[in-house]
RNA sequence: GGCCCCGUCGUCUAGUCAGGUCUAGGACACCGGCCUUUCACGCCGAUAACACGGGUUCGAAUCCCGUCGGGGUCACCA
């Protein structure tokens, strides 16, 4: 992409906006650059979603950047799950960890030597300096500042422009630190190509530390020297950044930069807020009928497999939460991108491909939108209930066996035809894959069913419904074949005999098969279950039952 | 507090740049009803929003000004 007109040097001065809408001239390299927390966090997988869409859409490159600046120790460890995630989603990049590529290295933490260059670079060019304060001094500036209440700006007292100078402040056991030497006039203007024009005054800004005084180098000379190695031509990231941009705009400039284009999304916000979602702040949430609602369903799966559930691992604002409980990745990068996105006022169903096709920045939101777990929900059903039997087997089985209710890996494991049986005739009301464990009462030993107690006073509670079901008992004995078709046959004709409603029998039998008061069609539970169980199951509940009167 | 951003149903949004066709459309949730052996699905229906105040205009959700509200950011974190 050609270089920005505005921007060109001096950047201290009122600059005319580009128009929003943009051309894109050569290849589109985009990038997201998480930071190796151990976690990906949902928020991190939109803005991730969304340069991988733009990249896409424009048959460009996606880049993934480590940003580890700061972390020493387990830097792989705590990016596993990132990585992870990301693959887990289908947001696959061209280059970074693990795959490689030309403009390697992508990781902040082998890429100092670019940084020393860089910063050195500045020095001689005169847009930085060696800067001797002591922590606590500029503080007290800030806080005077503060006081004042007006825009914090170094007095550039401890600078030191000269050898002279350096030597002096060394003399007195100081320390430089490398500032930069930010323009305090004039008005920067940026072409956000999600917010528009955006202006920040340069005597608003401040000369921001780049360096230490060990040599390390800070994120935002970081960024800006990897942005450009990494020729990446448009960055998009959090809106949190964007009053980031005019010391990155000014670092890029000074060191002669070609400018890449900037799109500042809106974060992903809490539940009912507008404030950002945060890993941390799950208590809150909880308090949301709705985000409760997500977060015990999944919490109950997470249990019945006996998975680690503390907030640090188990989370619904951490990507690994989704995959745990057996969400579909198609399902939420769907709902992600209809979280700040839209293409017109109706369609909200995309295939990975039509995501691709129709994605553009100019259609990004300008106004944080909340996570709403309805919906994200809404979405996962939807394409739940696209997927064939044989693919909900595949999704489902992993999680019986998880949770103890089917061998391992064994051939009979792997052919039982109960979970097929089982998807078939819970239809939607299996959401996502771990919700096979609400079907638990199928894979239980006969004598291992849990009973609904409440349930089971009311409906088996009574002598006479435990007459009804021991007599039907006996005619469920003869019925053959036994097929949904012939035990509904039996049912209904027993009850017209009776003179009884359907409803008398159904609800004790289903209480007495699977323990539940709820779940799919009575007639496939028997036939699944089989005559051998149902009847024992019979027996076993009616002993119960009596022993409870 | 300084700077910056944002503001349409509870939520996600369409409409705002090029003012009328918007008595504001769709989706999710909620509520009512139908279906029904329970639950779920499905179907039908209902409630529900242009933050406020001034302008400009024949006409404003759309343009201008102001107010209020919300958020982000102000590190030798990323």
């Given amino acids: 992409m050609g270089r920005k007109r505005g921007l060109d040097r001096p950047c201290c001065q009122?600059?005319?906006?580009?128009?929003?809408?943009y051309d894109v001239v050569s290849m589109v390299r985009t990038r997201f650059a998480p930071s190796p927390t151990g976690y990906l966090h949902i928020g991190g997988v939109r803005s991730a979603l969304f340069n991988w869409l733009f990249a896409r859409h424009h048959g460009g490159q996606f880049v993934l950047r480590i940003?580890?600046?700061?972390?020493?120790?387990?830097?792989?460890?705590?990016?596993a799950p990132i990585l992870a995630g990301l693959k887990w989603l289908g947001i696959d990049w061209d280059e970074g960890p693990e795959v490689g590529g030309p403009h390697g290295p992508y990781h902040q933490s082998q890429r100092t030597e670019a940084y020393a260059a860089a910063v050195e670079q500045l020095l001689a060019g005169g847009f930085a300096y060696r800067d001797y304060a002591r922590t606590e001094e500029i503080q007290a500036e800030r806080e005077a500042a503060q006081a004042a209440k007006k825009s914090f700006v170094y007095s550039r007292r401890w600078m030191a422009e000269t050898d002279a100078q350096a030597?002096?402040?060394?003399?007195?056991?100081?320390?430089?630190?490398?500032?930069?030497?930010?323009?305090?006039?004039?008005?920067?203007?940026?072409?956000?190509?999600?917010?528009?024009?955006?202006?920040?005054?340069?005597?608003?800004?401040q000369d921001h530390v780049i360096q230490r005084a060990d040599g390390s180098c800070l994120y935002h000379l970081a960024t800006v020297v990897d942005e450009h190695d990494h020729q990446i031509t448009h960055v998009i990231r959090a809106e949190e950044h964007l009053s980031n941009t005019p010391r990155q705009l000014f670092i890029a400039e000074s060191l002669g930069y070609e400018l890449p284009r900037f799109a500042h999304l809106p974060y992903v916000a809490e539940p009912g807020s507008k404030t950002k979602m945060s890993k941390r702040k799950i208590p809150k949430y909880i308090k949301n009928p709705e985000f409760a609602a997500l977060y015990n369903h999944g919490l109950a799966i997470a249990e019945r497999l006996g998975l680690e559930t503390s907030e640090d691992v188990f989370?619904?604002?951490?990507?690994?939460?989704?995959?745990?409980?057996?969400?579909?990745?198609?399902?939420?990068?769907?709902?992600?991108?209809?979280?700040?996105?839209?293409?017109?006022?109706?369609?909200?169903?995309?295939?990975?491909?039509?995501m691709i096709e129709a994605f553009t920045l100019e259609r990004v939101n300008k106004a944080p939108?909340?996570?709403?777990?309805?919906?994200?929900?809404?979405?996962?059903?939807?394409?739940?209930?696209r997927?064939?039997?044989?693919?909900?087997?595949?999704?489902a089985r992993p999680f019986l066996v998880g949770?103890?209710?089917?061998?391992?890996?064994?051939?009979?494991?792997?052919?039982?035809?109960?979970?097929?049986?089982?998807?078939?005739a819970a239809g939607d009301r299996i959401r996502v894959a771990g919700d096979i464990l609400d079907f638990d009462d199928f894979f239980l030993a006969d004598d291992a069913l849990v009973y609904d107690e409440k349930a089971f006073a009311k409906r088996l509670g009574a002598d006479e419904a435990q007459a009804l079901l021991r007599d039907f008992a006996t005619r469920l004995g003869d019925v053959d074949p036994f097929d949904a078709e012939a035990t509904e046959a039996c049912l209904r004709a027993f009850v017209e005999e009776r003179g009884i409603k359907i409803g008398d029998l159904v609800h004790p039998i289903r209480l007495a098969v699977t323990g539940k008061a709820k779940g799919f069609g009575l007639f496939e539970t028997l036939a699944i279950l089989g005559r051998d169980a149902v009847l024992r199951r019979i027996e076993l509940a009616l002993t119960k039952a009596a022993a409870g009167t």
């Fill in 14 to 21: 009122t600059v005319t906006p580009l128009p929003r809408s």
């Fill in 67 to 79: 940003d580890d600046t700061d972390q020493q120790r387990n830097v792989d460890e705590a990016l």
């Fill in 167 to 205: 030597a002096q402040f060394e003399a007195e056991g100081r320390q430089a630190v490398v500032r930069l030497k930010t323009p305090h006039e004039g008005t920067l203007v940026i072409d956000d190509l999600v917010r528009g024009r955006v202006e920040f005054n340069w005597a608003d800004e």
């Fill in 315 to 354: 989370n619904p604002v951490v990507t690994d939460f989704y995959e745990a409980v057996g969400y579909l990745p198609e399902a939420i990068v769907n709902y992600l991108l209809l979280l700040g996105w839209s293409l017109d006022d109706r369609t909200e169903d995309f295939s990975r491909e039509a």
């Fill in 369 to 385: 939108a909340s996570f709403d777990p309805n919906k994200l929900m809404a979405v996962q059903d939807r394409y739940m209930q």
């Fill in 387 to 395: 997927l064939s039997i044989d693919r909900k087997v595949e999704l």
């Fill in 403 to 424: 949770a103890g209710l089917l061998a391992a890996s064994s051939d009979e494991a792997e052919s039982d035809p109960r979970i097929a049986a089982v998807l078939e």
